[in-house]
């Protein structure tokens, strides 16, 4: 049953995320910590200044062509031009109501925890509602840029905008790698569950969840989008308390020592799989 269940997740995956996704990165993760209050911020588009959207580092380099996951936060009202990127982006909505879409289409507001893929060279506007309003986005390689309308193109593959309640939530008894005594729930979101693929999900740990998440790929990277977490790499280290927007990078065979006062949810972008128990 279980395999079934992961080869129809797996052609969904395919669908949404298309054969141009890339299956492999090739930076290895190491074992780090970047907290929400150490973030390094500055500006995401630098030339318009201030107003542009803050963008705030947690790997790589997006002004680079290698694999980047930073954080944007956009002041209420905002709204952008109508733009389009050169790569595609994949984003999660951490606080307030974000809308990404053509610039003619209807406001559609997602909220904390929601997903939505934004293909190379669409033309689109995004704008924030929230009274804070902060995204994380994951790219597969850069250097991100924004650039006009009349440089706009197809490369085939189509956005996407999935509000938090239309995610699909499986558990232990759908899944092989999840402890069926740890109450802990996932979500796929792109890319392939085949061995050794590159994929993302959202990982829901419950209130008073005490257990440990290995990594068993040469890349595994995590960011908390809503919750928080207390972290450690072993318990000889003092816990860090990694609160929405920070970040955790594991070395292959490695794992996190994790504990939760309340309800946490997890983005986890990976090259094969781990393992929570």
Not at 60 to 81: C, H, I, Q, Y
Not at 253 to 274: C, H, M, P, V, W
């Amino acid at each position: 049953m279980k395999k079934n269940i992961l080869f129809a997740l797996a052609l969904i995956a395919g669908i949404f995320t298309n054969a141009q996704t890339p299956t492999t990165d090739n930076i290895k993760s190491v074992n780090e910590v970047v907290t929400a209050d150490t973030v390094e911020w500055g500006w995401l588009n630098p030339l318009r200044g201030d107003k542009s959207p803050a963008a705030g580092k947690l790997w790589g380099d997006r002004t680079k062509n290698e694999p980047a996951g930073f954080l944007v936060k956009f002041n209420k009202g905002f709204s952008s031009p109508a733009h389009i990127h050169n790569i595609t982006y994949r984003g999660v909505v951490i606080k307030g109501l974000l809308h990404n879409d053509d610039e003619q289409a209807e406001k559609q507001w997602l909220p904390a925890g929601s997903y939505w893929q934004q293909p190379a060279g669409e033309a689109h506007i995004t704008a924030a509602d929230g009274e804070e309003n902060i995204a994380f986005l994951d790219i597969q390689e850069g250097p991100y840029l924004v650039q006009p309308t009349d440089e706009a193109f197809d490369n085939g593959e189509r956005p996407i905008n999935v509000d938090k309640t239309n995610l699909v939530w499986l558990n232990a008894k759908d899944i092989e790698w999840v402890s069926e005594k740890s109450n802990v729930e996932t979500a796929f979101l792109w890319g392939s569950h085949e061995k050794n693929q590159l994929r993302a999900t959202l990982l829901k740990l419950p209130a008073g969840f005490k257990g440990k998440i290995k990594n068993l790929s040469p890349n595994f990277r995590a960011v908390v989008i809503s919750g928080g977490i207390s972290h450690q790499f072993s318990k000889k280290e003092d816990k860090k308390e990694l609160t929405s927007g920070s970040y955790f990078g594991v070395e292959e065979d490695s794992k996190s020592i994790i504990t939760t006062d309340q309800e946490a949810l997890i983005y986890i972008r990976s090259n094969g799989d781990f393992k929570v128990k």
